[in-house]
């Protein structure tokens, strides 16, 4: 896994580039699973969602909304559906997790599956860890925030990217 420090990264270019990259071999829409923990942290995958369907309105399939989030007491039965329902599409898992160590404003980030519970699935993940105390005051909800907004910025643009090449190539091929 690489992993980029979100509070100083100057861009998301290596993150953009390697979502779309993923995304040029099929014409299935991506699914997008957000995954939180019981601890408040699923505020932070909710969010993550959130931000994916209302401002950025992507092109994916997005699962973990505040409606109805995924958590470790669901994860298997979610993970089941999406995989049914949703065979041959790329998926990408964003995963936050409370941890009694500090990990400081990191994001873990790689193509490959992403192992939670017993369960190992995705094609692609975005992963960071969250301080236990305080966990939503002060600089704690700030970093969530901003990581929220860096980790859908980032999925908009790669799979907008990965639309853009693919429509260029099409059309590209028609009027040849």
Same mark, same amino acid.
């Given at each position: 896994?690489?992993?980029?420090?979100?509070?100083?990264?100057?861009?998301?270019?290596?993150?953009?580039?390697?979502?779309?990259? @993923?995304?040029?071999?099929?014409?299935?829409?991506?699914?997008?699973?957000?995954?939180?923990?019981?601890?408040?942290?699923?505020?932070?995958?909710?969010?993550?969602?959130?931000?994916?369907?209302?401002?950025?309105?992507?092109?994916?399939?997005?699962?973990?909304?505040?409606?109805?989030?995924?958590?470790?007491?669901?994860?298997?039965?979610?993970?089941?559906?999406?995989?049914? #329902?949703?065979?041959?599409?790329?998926?990408?898992?964003?995963?936050?997790?409370?941890?009694?160590?500090?990990?400081?404003?990191?994001?873990?980030?790689? #193509?490959?599956?992403?192992?939670?519970?017993?369960?190992?699935?995705?094609?692609?993940?975005?992963?960071?860890?969250?301080?236990?105390?305080?966990?939503?005051?002060?600089?704690?909800?700030?970093? @969530?925030? #901003?990581?929220?907004?860096?980790?859908?910025?980032?999925?908009?643009?790669?799979?907008?990217?990965?639309?853009?090449? #693919?429509?260029?190539?099409?059309?590209?091929?028609?009027?040849?």
């Amino acid at each position: 896994m690489k992993q980029i420090d979100y509070l100083t990264a100057n861009n998301n270019n290596d993150i953009v580039l390697e979502i779309a990259f @993923q995304l040029l071999a099929t014409n299935l829409l991506p699914v997008i699973i957000c995954v939180g923990e019981k601890h408040s942290t699923d505020m932070f995958s909710k969010l993550v969602a959130e931000l994916l369907i209302k401002k950025y309105a992507i092109r994916a399939y997005v699962y973990g909304r505040s409606e109805n989030p995924i958590t470790h007491n669901n994860l298997d039965s979610a993970v089941s559906f999406i995989s049914n #329902k949703h065979k041959g599409s790329k998926v990408f898992v964003v995963f936050s997790k409370v941890d009694s160590m500090e990990k400081g404003s990191i994001l873990y980030y790689g #193509k490959g599956k992403v192992f939670i519970n017993s369960s190992a699935f995705g094609d692609y993940s975005l992963m960071t860890f969250f301080n236990r105390t305080p966990l939503l005051i002060g600089w704690e909800k700030q970093k @969530q925030f #901003k990581l929220a907004g860096f980790i859908a910025h980032s999925l908009y643009l790669g799979i907008s990217y990965a639309d853009a090449i #693919k429509n260029h190539v099409t059309q590209k091929n028609t009027t040849a």
